[in-house]
């Protein structure tokens, strides 16, 4: 039985009565698909947002579907939660002791609506949900197949608003008086699927002709040369066509912000939905995603495994007024491995020992406060995309720097000034760095990767 602790380690209470929690989990969804985009509007986001608060420096911990799935439900690193990749997980992903189920353990009414995706072929329901509606795999857009509390069903129409019209449904008939969790973890906005083929990103109907004179904004790293990462410098099998050369075409890109149209109607009607039920201040609205994406930053287009900005550095947004002043943003440095044990301490459940996170909620109640001083990234190599085979690496960043050490390539790790060199064009190593700074960042490193195993 796994030791527990108070919410944030003691530190903090939540509010009486426990807030219901609506939870939107997004897909390869980038910060800045989201926050302050040039042309993209989302007003629903930006209204969850001005009520709330938007952290400037949230990350994933593993820029990867299954792997942050698994540390965003159990507050565990990958080496913590076994979840390492993205291979046939389902067994193990039926063990994880989730915050969804230690907030059923607590009282809440819980449903999941969406991709579980830690298992490819297993869509049954998990541990912790009164209510399954889930899919195998990655699913699709239009008309899926659903696994709905363990009977198979055909939907008809475009996935994002069926998962969205599940979840309404749920929140309308949750049990008076009994908090509930509505945990919605869309398909978008990643890639359809084809085997050997460049995925395609299809919008919802209506939505084809959004932002098309629009151009797309690039960073000083798009199309970057590759001038001090010799992992990035091996020679890779070329003619891949899911990677394409120069990085993803603007005009997939520009497909995926399309696909946030949808996305953002649904936060909409997730909202009227509370709104009727009366309980929309009563509840913690959060959206975030796994991991971003890359759309040709160093020639990337789909590697988004990497432990660079634009794979990493992902949106959290969190609406709870009374609690969560309006329009703030907090810059403390956080990680997706830190909102199991936040969702704990604000249902006014018990955090688990073995979590490695910590709550966000003092950040969130004061945007100046500090969580942490640095964060564990993880990647196993896997041979999805032949760009990036071989490059398993443990990462590590502070608000100053970062370190990344792989794991199979000798005389290959990077290390960044990101307050200097924000787009991570200039690599350190081996002779650049500031005298000792290598050394203190691999000695946090190899403090992060030695907590002991739960």
């Known amino acids: 039985?796994?030791?527990?602790?108070?919410?944030?380690?003691?530190?903090?209470?939540?509010?009486?009565?426990?807030?219901?929690?609506?939870?939107?989990?997004?897909?390869?969804?980038?910060?800045?698909?989201?926050?302050?985009?040039?042309?993209?509007?989302?007003?629903?986001?930006?209204?969850?947002?001005?009520?709330?608060?938007?952290?400037?420096?949230?990350?994933?911990?593993?820029?990867?579907?299954?792997?942050?799935?698994?540390?965003?439900?159990?507050?565990?690193?990958?080496?913590?939660?076994?979840?390492?990749?993205?291979?046939?997980?389902?067994?193990?992903?039926?063990?994880?002791?989730?915050?969804?189920?230690?907030?059923?353990?607590?009282?809440?009414?819980?449903?999941?609506?969406?991709?579980?995706?830690?298992?490819?072929?297993?869509?049954s329901p998990r541990p912790g949900f009164h209510r399954w509606v889930s899919f195998v795999g990655q699913g699709v857009y239009f008309d899926p197949k659903l696994n709905i509390d363990g009977t198979l069903t055909d939907a008809k129409g475009y996935m994002t608003d069926i998962l969205t019209a599940q979840a309404v449904s749920f929140i309308a008939s949750a049990p008076v008086g009994t908090p509930f969790l509505a945990f919605i973890a869309q398909k978008a906005a990643h890639p359809e699927v084809y085997p050997n083929q460049v995925r395609s990103f299809p919008p919802a109907p209506g939505d084809e002709g959004a932002f098309a004179n629009d151009p797309i904004p690039h960073g000083e790293s798009w199309r970057a040369p590759l001038t001090g990462k010799p992992a990035l410098q091996?020679?890779?099998?070329?003619?891949?066509?899911?990677?394409?050369?120069?990085?993803?075409?603007?005009?997939?890109?520009?497909?995926?912000?399309?696909?946030?149209?949808?996305?953002?109607?649904?936060?909409?009607?997730?909202?009227?939905?509370?709104?009727?039920?009366?309980?929309?201040?009563?509840?913690?609205?959060?959206?975030?995603?796994?991991?971003?994406?890359?759309?040709?930053?160093?020639?990337?287009?789909?590697?988004?495994?990497?432990?660079?900005?634009?794979?990493?550095?992902?949106?959290?947004?969190v609406r709870y007024p009374g609690v969560v002043p309006a329009g703030v943003k907090p810059n403390a440095l956080a990680s997706n491995v830190d909102i199991a044990p936040t969702m704990?301490?604000?249902?006014?459940?018990?955090?688990?020992?073995?979590?490695?996170?910590?709550?966000?909620?003092?950040?969130?109640?004061?945007?100046?406060?500090?969580?942490?001083?640095?964060?564990?990234?993880?990647?196993?190599?896997?041979?999805?995309?032949?760009r990036v085979k071989g490059m398993g690496y443990k990462a590590v960043r502070t608000d100053r720097y970062k370190y990344i050490r792989y794991e199979e390539l000798r005389g290959m790790d990077e290390l960044y000034d990101l307050q200097a060199d924000p787009y991570e064009l200039r690599n350190l190593l081996p002779d650049q760095a500031p005298v000792g700074v290598r050394d203190e960042m691999s000695a946090r490193l190899d403090r992060l990767l030695k907590r002991p195993r739960p």
């Open 234 to 317: 091996r020679l890779v099998d070329a003619n891949d066509p899911r990677s394409p050369k120069g990085g993803l075409p603007d005009k997939y890109v520009r497909d995926r912000l399309r696909m946030l149209l949808a996305v953002d109607r649904g936060i909409g009607e997730v909202r009227k939905a509370l709104e009727a039920k009366g309980v929309l201040d009563q509840t913690v609205f959060i959206v975030t995603s796994d991991q971003g994406f890359f759309y040709g930053e160093f020639g990337l287009a789909q590697e988004r495994r990497l432990a660079y900005e634009p794979s990493t550095h992902i949106p959290l947004i």
């Open 1 to 123: 039985m796994l030791a527990c602790t108070a919410g944030d380690r003691g530190a903090s209470s939540p509010p009486a009565p426990r807030p219901n929690i609506v939870f939107i989990l997004l897909d390869d969804v980038r910060y800045d698909d989201m926050v302050d985009h040039p042309f993209v509007n989302l007003p629903n986001l930006n209204r969850l947002a001005s009520e709330g608060a938007s952290f400037r420096r949230f990350f994933t911990a593993a820029p990867l579907c299954s792997p942050s799935r698994a540390v965003f439900m159990t507050g565990q690193y990958p080496y913590h939660n076994g979840i390492v990749d993205n291979g046939e997980r389902a067994e193990l992903s039926h063990r994880l002791v989730t915050f969804p189920k230690l907030l059923q353990d607590a009282g809440y009414h819980t449903g999941f609506f969406g991709k579980w995706h830690m298992g490819h072929e297993d869509d």
């Open 344 to 386: 704990l301490d604000l249902g006014g459940a018990f955090v688990p020992t073995a979590m490695d996170g910590r709550s966000l909620l003092r950040a969130l109640r004061n945007d100046s406060t500090s969580i942490r001083d640095d964060m564990l990234i993880e990647y196993y190599s896997d041979t999805e995309f032949p």
